[in-house]
């Protein structure tokens, strides 16, 4: 039976697609992973540098207050900077996936709904720290450990309708259980583990940011720097080993359909999908560089380990990224399948979207320099 009579979710739109297939899904997934790099420390950056403000509250000279301090500062533009990129895959996802992604996102409508206001009070909540150090004192850290939270349950939200999405057998008894838009997709068996790796790995990525300002200080305070790669190395080293157990389980509880398209134990190794199961196996000798370049460079506060490690560590993130598009396309491909829809490319139309998205890469890198100066002028 056709799927949209099988469950309640809409067709597409009757307009033929604006792009080709292709180039909508790079720009979903490459806008996700711009999204993702800046988004991962707005989540954690907030508990990091409370904990080093809180470790060197008797020591005002520390490194850990200085990092502490300047990760803070970072953190309402590495926010804005998440903002802003999540709205490049929302576009694209509402395209492709709309849906299903509309129908579960009104069946969690209340939680959904209530981000907007839940990403503004953690965004003054960092805002309070940076501008009101002399108010509140030894306690402003309070307030970037409640932004991370507040950051948390928006990222909690998220995984709850990425996951709900993918299921839309749930929908119909979820809304005759009740239309009142309050639902989580909290008996997912996905949820969980993906939700964790989602929490753990921006903890990886915080730590990188880290050691890329021990990059930045190299030859302005070789001590700070040597402190700040280490801490940074240590950081991603401690959290991706605690991924080789994580990473698994997240695999392991998807559908078995799902998981076989990556790995087939029971035939070998490779899995149906050979590109996925390619993908998934470079990801892990990634995962191997990063960690031997770390520790390398936890050891000996080596730049160019660090290096090593932070190329190989984006790399993975990036290879992690397509992976989760693919758990989508897996998912639902037995139920709406966007290559069945026709396509009339608009070439004025995204002639106008490439030139713009060019200016905007120079206007950020204009601006990045304009902030980097206003910094140094402090
Ligand atoms: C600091 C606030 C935010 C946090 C912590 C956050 C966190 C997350 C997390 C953890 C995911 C992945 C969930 C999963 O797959 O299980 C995600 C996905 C996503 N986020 Fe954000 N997010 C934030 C703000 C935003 C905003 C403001 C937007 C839109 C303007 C946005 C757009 C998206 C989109 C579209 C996806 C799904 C992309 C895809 O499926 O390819 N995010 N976010």
């Known amino acids: 039976m056709d799927p949209i009579t099988l469950f309640p979710i809409g067709t597409y739109q009757p307009s033929p697609f604006p792009a080709p297939l292709w180039l909508m899904e790079l720009l979903l997934v490459v806008g996700f992973f711009l999204h993702a790099i800046p988004m991962n420390i707005a989540l954690m950056g907030g508990i990091t540098s ?6 060197g509250k008797n020591q005002p000279d520390s490194y850990e207050q200085r990092a502490g301090k300047q990760l803070a500062a970072a953190l309402p533009i590495v926010t804005t900077a998440a903002i802003t990129n999540g709205i490049v895959p929302l576009l694209f996802l509402q395209i492709l996936y709309g849906p299903l992604v509309y129908t579960s996102s009104i069946l969690m409508a209340v939680p959904w709904l209530s981000i907007l206001f839940l990403l503004v009070i953690g965004y003054y909540g960092l805002y309070i720290f940076n501008y009101g150090q002399k108010k509140f004192g030894d306690k402003s850290p309070w307030f970037l450990l409640a932004s991370s939270i507040v950051f948390m349950v928006i990222a909690f939200f998220f995984s709850n309708n990425m996951t709900l999405m993918l299921t ?3 929908f119909l008894p979820l809304y005759q259980a009740s239309p009142s838009g309050m639902h989580l997709n909290l008996d997912e068996p996905t949820l969980i583990p993906r939700f964790l790796h989602f929490a753990l790995g921006a903890i990886a990525v915080t730590g990188l940011g880290i050691g890329s300002f021990g990059l930045y200080y190299k030859n302005r305070d070789a001590g700070y720097s040597n402190w700040l790669i280490k801490t940074g190395a240590s950081l991603f080293l401690a959290i991706t080993l605690l991924q080789t157990i994580v990473g698994p389980w997240f695999l392991f509880s998807l559908p078995a359909d799902v998981q076989h398209q990556f ?11 050979h590109f996925a199961s390619h993908l998934l196996l470079t990801s892990f000798g990634l995962d191997a560089i990063a960690l031997i370049a770390m520790g390398i460079a936890y050891v000996k506060g080596s730049t160019k380990a660090f290096t090593v490690g932070l190329i190989s560590a984006l790399l993975l993130v990036g290879g992690m990224v397509e992976i989760r598009h693919l758990v989508r396309v897996f998912s639902t491909q037995t139920i709406i399948n966007p290559s069945n829809h026709p396509v009339e490319p608009q070439s004025a139309i995204l002639g106008i979207f490439l030139v713009l998205f060019v200016a905007l890469i120079g206007y950020l890198i204009w601006l990045g320099k304009q902030v980097h100066k206003a910094y140094q002028n402090k």
Do not use: M, N, S, Y
């Open 50 to 55: 409370a904990v080093f403000l809180f470790k």
């Open 168 to 170: 839309p057998q749930k």
């Open 263 to 273: 790995l087939d134990l029971e035939h070998g190794i490779i899995g149906k999908t």
